[in-house]
Every structure is written in structure tokens, then in C-alpha cells.
């Protein structure tokens, strides 16, 4: 899709969602798999189904909700989004990061990112919550190729600091505080949607990595080439490194999802409030 086209789809949208709600959100939050009752933390002034919204994909994955959510947050007015969009279901790239260019367009200065992941690190358990230090993606595609849109950003936009230092440090203070045990490690993010085999999460492993998943990375490279300030937490739902008869079900993943939500929902509440 030629940058003229997708910037008139992406001021259409924006368009229609500032009719939607007249505020200015300042903080965005982008919900992963099992993590979508966050939303019950906001005090929701408007509720916006992904269907209605011009050029929106909709979200085809059990365990996201498919609305865009504005309201209010320990303060701060915030938009969030229950489901988010993955290039495994046959979604152009474009159409994953969408959603992100349409937050910053709509005055988002804070990007809020969560997932479920699986680990790779041995010292790892399932349940854990791991803020994302950093990140490798060698095998998904990167959303900038193509013509650079230069309203967003630059050709060569800078990535040694993807996640914000400062927002980690926050987090890191309030896990601190509560006496939750949290990580910090590197997330890979692969294609999906299949489960890795044990040869991958080995290889995943000796790459550098903690964690693996299939979403959050390109929608931060975006949001870096746009000038938002990232922070993103993964929540440990399986163990990758496993004995030889265990599987790995969707089913799975979303109940350890649901027991780790409360601390993340925590310190997301209380980071945005610090912001």
C-alpha cells in the first residue's frame, strides 16, 4: 500500500475515533493473549468495537475482545486495546502496527505493550512477569520496509534503546515495593502460529533470548519510528525447555495468563500513574 494511501485510511480513523471520545488519551495500552480483564482497572467512558472502526482489521484470537477502550486511569486519560492483531492471521504488516500509528495520531506519548510468552530461560517458572529489556526480530518482518513515511519518523530510525530505561526503572521500583518477583530479559518474536519445537527453543535460547512470542516486537519498532516511549511485559505461560511428553495448548496459555494478571495489571496501573 502506497504511505499516501495508508496515512488518508489512518487520518479517516483517527477522524472517526476522535468523534467517538473528545479527549486527548495520553497513555496506550496494548493487552496479549488472557490479559484483556485489565480493562475492568479502567474507568471506561467509551467502548468502541473494532468492526465499527474504519479500517480496523478485527481480532480472530480466543482470549482477546476486539474493543478499543478510552477512559481514565489512575489519572491519566488512556486508551487500550482488549485484542490485538498478529501477523499469523494472515494480516498484511501494515495492518498489525495500525493500530499503534492511529494511538499516536490520536496524542498517545506513552506505549504501554503486554503478552503472553513462552521462556526459554531455565530459571524461569510459568506465572512469571519478565519486563522486556530488550528484543531480537530476525524472523518476523519489519513494518517499515517499503517507502518511509517521513510524518512519522526517520529511514533509519535509532533502536539502542527500544524499551525506555526510565519507564523500567519505574516498574522495577513498584515491583520492588510490592514484593513481586520480576524479571527483565529479551523477547524474540517469531511468526506462529505454531508452537516452536524444542530444536527452536534451544536455538531461541542460545541467541540470547528469555522469551517467545508472536506479537509486541513490531508494534514497538513502530512505535519507536513514531516517537513513543515504550514499555513492555511479558507473562510467562509455558516453559519452553520441557520434558519430552509435554505439549503446549492455547487453552493453557490463557488460564496462566489469567492467574499472573492481577501483578501485571498492578504495575501497569501504578506505572501509568507515575508516569
Known sequence: MSSKKVLKELKETVKYLQKQY???PQVGVVLGSGLSNFTEEIEIEKEVPYEKIPHFPVSTVEGHKSKMIFGRLSGKRVVAMAGRFHFYEGYDIGDVVFPIRVMKMLGVETLLLSNAAGSVNPSYKVGDLMIITDHISLFTPNPLIGKNIDEFGPRFPDMSEPYKRRLIQLAKDIASENKYDVKEGV???????T???KAEYKMILTLGADVVGMSTVQEAIVANH???EVFAMSVVTDIGIRDDHNIITHEEVLEAAKHAEPKLAFIFKELIAAI
Open 22 to 24: 473528545k479527549h486527548i
Open 226 to 228: 513514531m516517537g513513543l
Open 187 to 193: 523477547y524474540v518474536a517469531v511468526t506462529g502460529p
Open 195 to 197: 508452537f516452536e519445537t
